[in-house]
């Protein structure tokens, strides 16, 4: 590069050399003084401007130099963060990629939260939040269901981001003709089954763990019972999914208060 650039100022003394040329064609020996003065003032403004050109030459190139070392740095930060952050978590890597997965997901569910202005459509969004959470947060509690819930991440959520995402483009239109409110009605009642769908799914996930605490229900009350301890010290099924219900309910409404706190502050 930095030999191109000299090339280019090569046309500099090119142009002295054919200007002397022609003055000495046609000087006369009375004006040679003078042209001798010119002929050193050219060389000397020649020179000056080559070294000018040499200087910025050599800037540009420091600052290249500068500029791609400080992008190797950068990209290096980046694969030792990444690298770190991979070794830190204490998850498998399918494990891990859902719940990074899940995070993209309900952030960008947050911002759209933000930037839908009708509160029963923000509230149907946040009812979403809690649910896709709950599913998300799953995978660490019981990694045999990752491939229910890669089904989930892969088109549940993304599908109902994606219309989400229309109905925040049609809102924002100044015109509501047929087709923009037409549309918008459909994703609103869409919107309601799918927070059913979700529901179920989550419910869905815990079918293995609720027929595991059914056998260990039934194992303790035979051993009350071999014990002669039964009666109104023996557990009951319903009793027991009542008070799991309840504080289901409880965890829910937790996670609603805290996405609400974190979309208001993101």
Known sequence: MRNHRRRRSSPIYTFLAVWLIFALMGVRMDHLAGLLITLGVGIIAGVGVSALLKRRDKKADEKGAKDAEAAAKAWEAEQAKAAKAEEKSPYSPEVQAIISEGRTALKEMGR???????????????????????????????????????????????????????????????????????????????????????????????????????????????????????????????????????????????????????????
């Open 112 to 266: 759209l939260y933000k930037s839908i202005p009708d509160p029963t459509i923000r509230e149907k969004i946040n009812e979403l939040m809690a649910v896709s959470d709950k599913i998300v947060r799953d995978a660490i509690d019981d990694p045999g269901d990752v491939p229910q819930i890669r089904k989930f991440l892969d088109y549940y959520l993304p599908t109902t981001i994606k219309l989400l995402n229309a109905y925040d483009r049609m809102s924002a239109q100044d015109i509501q003709g047929e087709n923009i409110s037409g549309s918008m009605e459909r994703i609103e009642d869409m919107l309601d089954t799918t927070i059913d769908a979700y529901k179920k799914q989550l419910d869905a996930l815990f079918a293995n763990q609720a027929a595991d605490i059914q056998m260990d229900i039934e194992i303790m009350n035979g051993m009350l019972a071999r014990e002669g301890l039964g009666g109104k010290s023996y557990l009951d099924w319903n009793d027991f999914m009542k008070q799991y219900e309840k504080q289901q309910e409880k965890q829910q409404k937790e996670q609603i208060n805290e996405q609400k706190g974190s979309t208001s502050n993101g």
